[in-house]
């Protein structure tokens, strides 16, 4: 199942760069989608995990200037991170015969920001793409469909699985695999059991504010070493760290950043929770739907589209802000996860605080309509379908 939005964009970024980097979780989809872009043009596709592969980069430039004219796809470009240098060298003397344009599609499991530890020499000559997990905008629109989403997540073979059983094993399987094989590759200090612990903690506390001291003491770990941990996972994209929004307002603000595990189906696979009715009835039902909604709104938002949370001391918070490009200003987004959608005190205080340029309530159903003066209700395919053509 490829995403036909991330197909496009990496096609558009070919015709504009001479490297596109497309990133993502492991097992998204990136590897696929790779493939659709190698049937339509003349390409060699080399996957960096398997030793035959790596065995022909022995002497990187060599090998790779006689592929000059066709399209390289290099997959998981992390486990050899020094040939972002030797493609700097490739890419410059293409252009000097040139060939400006597709010469290379990298696709790694991990981060723009640790990629470019290992990339900066690309500045200027790779465009980065990166790759979600299937979204609200990528499935049937119908709430059978949307409800799968929430509960098995956006991996493609979590969501077309059989069974909910069978998604649930799949995904426990790929945690498993991040814990064994990602961990110690990309922090290899780090312990994968005590990672495991916190990404447990971190499900269980979906939403919740950072607080790196109560974690560290539940690990018996020191704070940075916390900080580290949740570093790795915001890396790895599997984690979100939603910043506090920074006002100018007289009021004491929350400092500290809220935590969110990005994928809802990794999110219930840590918990345990194979159903529907489990879901219904697990305490993190409503942190697990506002991660749901966020995680599907920032996907469908423009890409330079600043997210954050405002909560003051005193109680006014909006569970999500958008400073959208241009002079489209700014947006506070209120998240329900019943039917109806109805903003509390601390809403409203907040929109008075901050004064944004429009305001929704997202809610679990299909209809639209105004519920204050300036406040819309929306549901939530309809609001990520707002954000894609704002």
């Given at each position: 199942?490829i995403?036909?939005?991330?197909?496009?964009?990496?096609?558009?970024?070919?015709?504009?760069?001479?490297?596109?980097?497309?990133?993502g979780?492991?097992?998204?989809?990136?590897?696929?989608?790779?493939?659709?872009?190698?049937?339509?043009?003349?390409?060699?596709?080399?996957?960096?995990?398997?030793?035959?592969?790596?065995?022909?980069l022995?002497?990187?430039?060599?090998?790779?200037?006689?592929?000059?004219?066709?399209?390289?796809?290099?997959?998981?470009?992390?486990?050899?991170?020094?040939?972002?240098q030797?493609?700097?060298?490739?890419?410059?003397?293409?252009?000097?015969?040139?060939?400006?344009?597709?010469?290379?599609?990298?696709?790694?499991?991990?981060?723009?920001?640790?990629?470019?530890?290992?990339?900066?020499?690309?500045?200027?000559?790779?465009?980065?793409?990166?790759?979600?997990?299937?979204?609200?905008?990528?499935?049937?629109?119908?709430?059978?469909?949307?409800?799968?989403?929430?509960?098995?997540?956006?991996?493609?073979?979590?969501?077309?699985?059989?069974?909910?059983?069978?998604?649930?094993?799949?995904?426990?399987?790929?945690?498993?695999?991040?814990?064994?094989?990602?961990?110690?590759?990309?922090g290899?200090?780090?312990?994968?059991?005590?990672?495991?612990?916190?990404?447990?903690?971190?499900a269980?506390?979906?939403?919740?504010?950072?607080?790196?001291?109560?974690?560290?003491?539940?690990?018996?770990?020191?704070?940075?070493?916390?900080?580290?941990?949740?570093?790795?996972?915001?890396?790895?994209?599997?984690?979100?760290?939603?910043?506090?929004?920074?006002?100018?307002?007289?009021?004491?603000?929350?400092?500290?950043?809220?935590?969110?595990?990005?994928?809802?189906?990794?999110?219930?696979?840590?918990?345990?929770?194979?159903?529907?009715?489990?879901?219904?009835?697990?305490?993190?039902?409503?942190?697990?739907?506002?991660?749901?909604?966020?995680?599907?709104?920032?996907?469908?938002?423009?890409?330079?589209?600043?997210?954050?949370?405002?909560?003051?001391?005193?109680?006014?918070e909006?569970?999500?802000?958008?400073?959208?490009?241009?002079?489209?200003?700014?947006?506070?987004?209120e998240?329900?996860?019943?039917?109806?959608?109805?903003?509390?005190?601390?809403?409203?205080?907040?929109?008075?605080?901050?004064?944004?340029?429009?305001?929704?309530?997202?809610?679990?159903?299909?209809?639209?309509?105004?519920?204050?003066?300036?406040?819309?209700?929306?549901?939530?395919?309809?609001?990520?379908?707002?954000?894609?053509?704002?």
């Amino acid at each position: 199942m490829i995403g036909r939005r991330a197909l496009e964009i990496v096609q558009q970024g070919l015709r504009r760069q001479a490297a596109v980097g497309l990133i993502g979780p492991r097992q998204v989809g990136k590897t696929t989608l790779a493939h659709a872009i190698a049937e339509e043009r003349d390409s060699l596709y080399l996957d960096l995990e398997a030793g035959a592969d790596r065995a022909k980069l022995a002497d990187p430039a060599l090998f790779l200037e006689s592929y000059a004219d066709r399209l390289v796809i290099l997959d998981e470009i992390h486990r050899v991170p020094a040939l972002f240098q030797e493609l700097r060298g490739l890419i410059d003397r293409g252009r000097r015969r040139g060939r400006r344009t597709g010469r290379f599609l990298v696709l790694g499991s991990a981060s723009i920001d640790l990629l470019r530890q290992s990339g900066e020499s690309l500045a200027g000559r790779i465009e980065y793409v990166a790759l979600n997990p299937l979204d609200i905008l990528e499935v049937e629109a119908d709430r059978k469909d949307r409800d799968a989403l929430w509960l098995r997540g956006g991996f493609p073979d979590s969501f077309l699985a059989e069974s909910d059983r069978d998604s649930l094993v799949y995904r426990q399987n790929l945690v498993r695999t991040y814990l064994e094989r990602d961990v110690p590759q990309f922090g290899p200090r780090i312990a994968a059991e005590a990672l495991g612990r916190l990404w447990t903690m971190l499900a269980h506390g979906q939403g919740t504010l950072l607080n790196a001291s109560k974690l560290a003491g539940n690990l018996s770990v020191t704070s940075p070493t916390v900080s580290a941990y949740v570093d790795l996972l915001v890396d790895l994209l599997l984690l979100r760290r939603l910043r506090p929004y920074q006002a100018n307002v007289r009021k004491r603000l929350v400092k500290s950043p809220k935590l969110y595990l990005r994928d809802s189906g990794l999110l219930h696979a840590l918990l345990g929770i194979e159903g529907h009715a489990a879901l219904s009835g697990h305490p993190v039902v409503g942190a697990s739907w506002e991660g749901f909604v966020i995680e599907s709104l920032l996907a469908a938002a423009p890409e330079t589209t600043a997210a954050s949370f405002y909560r003051t001391a005193a109680g006014a918070e909006i569970d999500l802000l958008l400073e959208l490009p241009g002079k489209r200003g700014l947006w506070a987004v209120e998240i329900k996860r019943g039917l109806t959608a109805k903003p509390g005190k601390g809403f409203h205080n907040a929109r008075q605080d901050l004064k944004p340029a429009r305001c929704f309530v997202v809610h679990a159903g299909d209809d639209r309509y105004p519920i204050a003066e300036g406040v819309e209700a929306i549901g939530l395919p309809a609001m990520a379908d707002l954000l894609l053509n704002a």
